[in-house]
């Protein structure tokens, strides 16, 4: 009876942890493997351990790869610099708002998120009263466009990530003890000193799980660069879909994908360090696992 | 407390100063309010050219050629992309039934047993919520290629279920750790038999979890683009036709179909709260007030 209760719980995860097994861990290795090999799409791939396919690949796409992380960065940073002064008015001074609030900020995904994007063109086109605004603010030149260039694919990224950056913060500053503040505050605390000392630490996991959640995603981003980039927006992702889908060099393909995915991974392990997996889960409290 | 004292002081100021005091106190309130409109604009964006009768060849412009109901009337008469639709929905809805399923057990048993291998277990549903989709496409289409396999809607299937557990696991068990167990051992106290428990206690109150998760798994699957686009062959979903018109010209059916899509999707994430309020409700109802005295 003891064995058999100590079997349940893998009778439980066995479905799930085979099918992530086999459909996750698995390719990861066969991405290795296809990336070592040497040949071409018509004569075929041989495996032939070849390993300067990596640095072939990192060395042929340097303004691609500095590029991705660079408006990714910046995406962050804007979405990080909206999402936080929202999330704190809807967790702490929206009252009977809260709700409704909260139904805008998932509103986007009920679109399609290649529809959301397509809107953006259309907004951002030239003839848009969005880019007469900014140049009449000289924001824009006279002449210049907003579509096709780096600012809006980087207007793109941060529209399309935000709300992953919203709602780690939003459950962190709800699940916080506003009487926290109140005692800062009876400590003759100025709400300045109360929110970098008592609130800003306080919340900074929902902050980390925010970036993280932003951050990634953006960076292997490809949607907003094709339909709002024009030429010399090309980031990593750009790459990678066309020498897999359209140049069919699957070894160089394979081995930037494996670069990119080997750069997260050690991200993430650090961070996992740090925080605990319980807060990539949504809660802080379960650090034992 | 504080905003009442200081409003009632900057009643004896001048006009500009007291509308000063006011955007200074609202500051807040207001930006909040841009911004939740800016995560709108497209939407509306959306909506409102889905009326206009000008962009017929999918010129991305934002002129207004004027109002028409034509293509809400032919909705689904392009046929091309109503078979997309068809696609996404068979491929979303046959995801989303796998994905739970499997999601929801792996939460019962991280949350409810101790066993060895908790931790890789935990590393194995977080890493693909860490991975980018394009790695996540790449490495499957590597698999793929490596056994030769046909992509098309089986390879599609395999990629949405896989992507969408980790988002399940992680929705049901948030639900499953507020979980009172009590309720469970009385319904053993009481004879029920582990299975009947479950079947009678357990889901119907894990219900609402469940039904979030299975929400979010249809949403993703739906949505996706990166991952088909990978893995789709030549099978062509929703999101992946869109990109082909993109580049052609998009029929206006596509911003009418994705209306109708966001109305529905709303009006059901409405629903699901309604019922999980008044479920709340009910719950909190204790025996005595319903007027049934307890009995010993």
New interface residues.
């Given amino acids: 009876m003891t064995t058999r209760r100590?079997l349940?719980?893998?009778w439980?995860?066995a479905?799930?942890?085979i099918?992530?097994?086999l459909?996750?861990?698995?390719?990861?290795y066969?991405?290795g493997?296809?990336a070592l090999r040497s040949g071409t799409f018509t004569e075929g791939f041989e495996s032939a351990f070849q390993i300067s396919n990596f640095s072939d690949a990192l060395s042929g796409h340097t303004n691609q790869v500095v590029r991705s992380f660079v408006y990714a960065g910046t995406a962050t940073l804007i979405a990080l610099l909206?999402a936080y002064?929202?999330a704190?008015?809807?967790a702490l001074?929206?009252g009977r708002w809260r709700?409704l609030?909260l139904?805008?900020?998932?509103?986007?995904?009920?679109?399609?998120?290649?529809?959301?994007t397509?809107?953006?063109?259309?907004?951002l086109?030239d003839?848009?009263?969005v880019v007469s605004v900014l140049q009449a603010l000289q924001l824009v030149p006279e002449d210049g466009r907003v579509l096709a260039t780096g600012g809006a694919v980087i207007a793109g990224l941060t529209?399309n990530f935000?709300?992953f950056m919203i709602l780690p913060i939003y459950a962190s500053l709800e699940r916080m003890d506003t009487g926290l503040i109140e005692a800062g505050k009876d400590l003759y605390a100025s709400s300045t000193q109360t929110f970098l000392r008592v609130t800003l630490p306080i919340t900074a996991p929902g902050i980390v799980a925010g970036v993280?959640l932003t951050f990634?995603?953006a960076?292997?981003?490809?949607?907003n660069a094709e339909?709002l980039g024009g030429t010399g927006t090309a980031m990593i992702?750009n790459v990678?879909?066309s020498l897999?889908?359209e140049q069919r060099n699957?070894p160089e393909?394979?081995a930037l994908?494996f670069l990119?995915?080997l750069a997260?991974?050690i991200v993430?392990l650090i961070y996992?360090r740090v925080a605990g997996?319980g807060a990539?889960?949504?809660?802080e409290d379960e650090r034992r696992? | 407390m504080e905003a009442a004292t200081v409003s009632s002081r900057a009643g004896s100021k001048p006009a500009p100063a007291r509308a000063w005091a006011w955007l200074r106190r609202n500051a807040l309130l207001i930006f909040a309010g841009l911004a939740v409109l800016y995560m709108l604009v497209p939407i509306f964006v959306i909506a409102v050219f889905s009326f206009d009768t000008g962009n017929a060849q999918g010129e991305l412009d934002f002129a207004w050629d004027g109002f028409t109901l034509e293509y809400w009337q032919n909705a689904f008469a392009n046929k091309a992309v109503t078979e997309s639709m068809v696609t996404s929905l068979e491929l979303a809805a046959l995801a989303t039934v796998v994905s739970t399923a499997i999601g929801t057990l792996m939460a019962m048993a991280l949350v409810r047993h101790e066993f060895f291998g908790r931790r890789a277990t935990n590393l194995l549903i977080i890493l693909p919520l860490a991975t980018p989709e394009i790695v996540i496409g790449a490495a499957l289409l590597s698999m793929f290629i490596s056994y030769k396999v046909s992509l098309g809607f089986t390879s599609l299937f395999i990629a949405h279920v896989m992507f969408s557990i980790s988002f399940v696991v992680v929705v049901v068990r948030s639900r499953l750790i507020g979980f009172d167990r009590s309720i469970e051992e009385a319904a053993a106290d009481l004879g029920s038999t582990p299975l009947t428990t479950f079947r009678t206690v357990t889901l119907p109150l894990l219900a609402p979890g469940i039904v979030g998760a299975a929400l979010l798994a249809f949403a993703l699957s739906l949505d996706d683009f990166v991952i088909s686009n990978f893995n789709s062959g030549t099978t062509v979903t929703f999101p992946l036709f869109i990109f082909g018109a993109s580049l052609r010209g998009i029929p206006v059916q596509v911003n009418v179909l994705a209306t109708m899509l966001f109305v529905l999707t709303a009006l059901t994430i409405v629903l699901v709260l309604w019922q999980q309020r008044k479920a709340k409700e009910m719950a909190s109802v204790r025996p005595e007030q319903e007027g049934q005295p307890a009995q010993v």
């Fill in positions: 100590r349940i719980p893998y439980l995860l479905p799930g942890a099918w992530l097994a459909f996750f861990v698995v390719p990861m066969f991405m493997e296809l909206i002064p929202l704190y008015a809807i001074r929206a709700l609030l139904f805008a900020v998932i509103a986007p995904f009920f679109t399609t998120y290649l529809i959301r397509i809107a953006w063109k259309t907004i086109a003839d848009s009263p529209y935000l709300p993280l990634i995603p960076v292997g981003d490809y949607v339909i992702g990678i879909q897999y889908l699957y393909a394979a994908s990119m995915m997260i991974l993430v996992l997996s990539f889960m949504g809660d696992a």
